[in-house]
């Protein structure tokens, strides 16, 4: 089944010399063939996609914050502690429709993390900030992820540290591409 699902995602590029896949150079490296880079990118990926996600809900949801998620601490980082936003412009940060972060705002509210204003000069416009509490949550999270970064970064020296800055960029683009494009095809 797996050798099936391979053949049907990767059709690697066969040099039309020998008939062979083409491969990858790397200074320093053997030569790698594409399929072993895919397999092995693809399942870094989604180890590390579901470690962040494990760690972080374990380091952040404490007995302290227990009553809220890993996405409602999201929520409150996408608030911030600066001046009280929107809910469109909060929502277009977590990239959800107003309507799904309606939803994680009003549970966020009743359990004292949030807080909603109407604004002086427009009553129908709706402000969002962080109570106390949602600040408490704020710095926490925040913590965390401090700590992850610096102790990540400090394992790298300074051309590992631009290169994997560069490399996770463009996976970002590439992330940010595909949502447009899925944008578009909704549409």
């Keep these: 089944m797996c050798r099936q699902l391979e053949s049907v995602i990767i059709k690697p590029i066969k040099d039309k010399r020998s008939g062979l896949p083409e491969e990858i150079r790397q200074p320093g490296r053997k030569r790698i063939p594409l399929l072993d880079d895919y397999k092995e990118l693809n399942e870094i990926l989604v180890r590390l996609f579901r470690s962040i996600m494990d760690v972080e809900e374990k380091a952040v949801i404490t007995q302290e914050f227990q009553d809220i998620t890993n996405n409602d601490m999201h929520v409150i980082e996408a608030i911030g502690i600066g001046t009280p936003k929107n809910m469109s412009s909060i929502a277009k940060k977590l990239s959800v429709t107003v309507g799904t972060l309606t939803i994680a705002m009003n549970s966020l509210v009743k359990k004292g993390y949030v807080k ?72």
């Design 116 to 187: 909603r204003e109407r604004g002086e000069e427009d009553r129908r416009v709706v402000y969002i900030s962080l109570s106390d509490k949602g600040k408490k949550a704020f710095v926490h999270h925040a913590r965390f992820h401090k700590e992850m970064i610096t102790s990540i970064m400090d394992e790298f020296d300074d051309d590992e540290k631009k290169i994997l800055i560069r490399g996770l960029t463009k996976l970002d683009n590439w992330f940010k591409d595909k949502e447009e494009e899925n944008k578009k095809n909704r549409e």
